[in-house]
């Protein structure tokens, strides 16, 4: 099996964190890519040419841009709820590797405590957005949001760290068995909620489908397109309205997942 860093040269904070990338394990690929990585269609061909096994994780160094330009270290997977307007297909997702965006986001919490000068980072998850929408499980761990940060050497050292470690650690359901896989429904884009939950509990968090973008024809998709297998969905009642709820609900009795409301 093989594990896949990518980043893209058009990406400021994805080449500052490249520098930091230096790995030395056999079973892990670094590539750079001309295209923005949101825009992909397929991974990029060379890699094909040097990975001859199964791919396992693809982990994007990427910047987060928002017009608030606060600074922020976020993690998140790929996809498309509705329109693909920034990269990807419509209505698909990629595949969200649970356990290691929950890992990703307890070590850049930990780094955070650690470094004052990290301080004023916040970090959060993010729900599922933008493309590419590939069939691997892929993740962006991201330094925003603003140019600033996408220059801040010390930000992007740590976001590279982080990234180390998931590539020298495998994880699985049976090594985590005390951790519960979910998915997340409702809320606002940095689904702080859901963060909260996952500092405080023993739980892992795959695909996130906010407010904004509600539709429940693609719970069933967020179900299949989490690994490990989900076993629970959690609904911020509060970040959504009464129909929405009330289409949540019908949909995972239908697919038969657990559910709560947070």
């Not at 994780?57 to 270290?73: D, F, G, N, Q, W």
Request: proline fraction near 4%; glycine fraction near 6%; include cysteine.
């Amino acid at each position: 099996m093989s594990k896949i860093i990518l980043y893209s040269h058009q990406d400021i904070a994805g080449e500052n964190i490249s520098k930091f990338l230096k790995l030395n394990l056999s079973n892990v690929k670094i590539f750079g890519t001309d295209e923005k990585v949101i825009n992909l269609n397929d991974l990029p061909f060379e890699i094909y040419g040097v990975v001859a096994d199964k791919i396992d994780l693809i982990i994007v160094a990427s910047r987060h841009k928002s017009e608030s330009a606060l600074p922020t270290l976020c993690v998140h997977s790929p996809g498309n709820f509705s329109d693909a307007k920034l990269g990807g297909n419509e209505r698909t997702l990629s595949i969200a590797p649970a356990l290691y965006i929950r890992e990703a986001i307890i070590e850049l919490k930990k780094e955070k405590e650690r470094q004052p000068n990290l301080s004023k980072y916040d970090v959060t998850l993010e729900v599922t957005h933008h493309g590419p929408t590939l069939n691997f499980p892929l993740m962006f761990v991201e330094v925003g949001s603003s140019e600033k940060q996408w220059n801040d050497l010390n930000a992007c050292e740590i976001t590279g760290n982080v990234i180390k470690k998931l590539c020298d650690t495998n994880l699985n359901k049976e090594k985590n068995a005390n951790i519960k896989i979910a998915i997340g429904i409702g809320g606002n884009h940095y689904a702080s909620k859901f963060t909260k939950i996952l500092f405080c509990e023993d739980i892992a968090f795959g695909h996130i489908m906010p407010k904004y973008n509600f539709n429940e024809e693609m719970i069933e998709e967020m179900i299949s397109k989490t690994i490990p297998k989900p076993e629970i969905a959690l609904i911020d009642w509060n970040g959504l309205n009464g129909e929405q709820r009330n289409k949540a609900v019908k949909k995972l009795e239908q697919a038969n997942l657990e559910w709560r409301k947070v």
